[in-house]
């Protein structure tokens, strides 16, 4: 990395038993490829099975950060869990389709829908900030409120404003170069 600088961010979200929810942000390339490994390949070794990725904010991911992704989802394989990717923008999902690995990575629009593929005796509560008192879940969902300057969340800790949050139900119909003009 170029003068100390960080091509990429991994926070925990969420850090149940044997679930654990990481959000990505940056660049998945050569120069994070290591950092990405040693990161979220001590959250397996340290028991969590079931790895959600929520890559909502991973701007890039070229063939060495896909190979990290498909490390994990080994790795995942080996302790009978399994790697959940949650939120792709459209340039991690074109990698994908590209390179058919969305059929070997489990693939799902919102962080909340990957970990209702986890066991249930095992699922994290989600959204992490649960819910108020009134009963009403807290506003952005991920208890960061918004600070990133995104516009918050979604209610699943999706950031709704991020040009790149499309969800991998837009898989069959890969958009090349130009927007869903249906779309509000």
């Known amino acids: 990395m170029a003068q100390g600088r960080r091509h990429l961010t991994i926070t925990t979200v969420v850090d ?24 979220s390949g001590a959250v397996i070794a340290a028991g969590h099975r079931f790895l959600v990725l929520d890559l909502t904010a991973l701007r890039f991911c070229d063939s060495r950060g896909l190979n990290c992704l498909l490390a994990l989802e080994w790795l995942c394989r080996r302790m ?17 389709l590209v390179t058919r690995a969305v059929d070997a990575l489990a693939c799902f629009p919102t962080v909340g ?10 699922r994290p509560s989600w959204p992490p ?55 509000p």
């Open 129 to 183: 900030g649960g819910t108020v008192a009134d009963g009403t879940v807290n506003s952005d969902g991920d208890g960061s409120g918004g600070r990133d300057g995104s516009g918050g969340s979604d209610g699943d800790g999706v950031k709704s404003r991020d040009p790149d949050a499309y969800r991998s139900d837009d898989r069959e119909r890969p958009r090349q170069g130009s927007r869903d003009r249906s779309a």
């Open 80 to 96: 009978n869990g399994r790697l959940l990717l949650a939120s792709l923008g459209v340039r991690v999902l074109h990698v994908l």
């Open 16 to 39: 149940a038993e044997e679930c654990a929810v990481l959000r990505v942000a940056g660049e998945l390339d050569v120069h994070a490829e290591r950092q990405f490994l040693d990161e």
């Open 113 to 122: 829908h990957a970990l209702a593929a986890v066991p249930e005796e095992i």
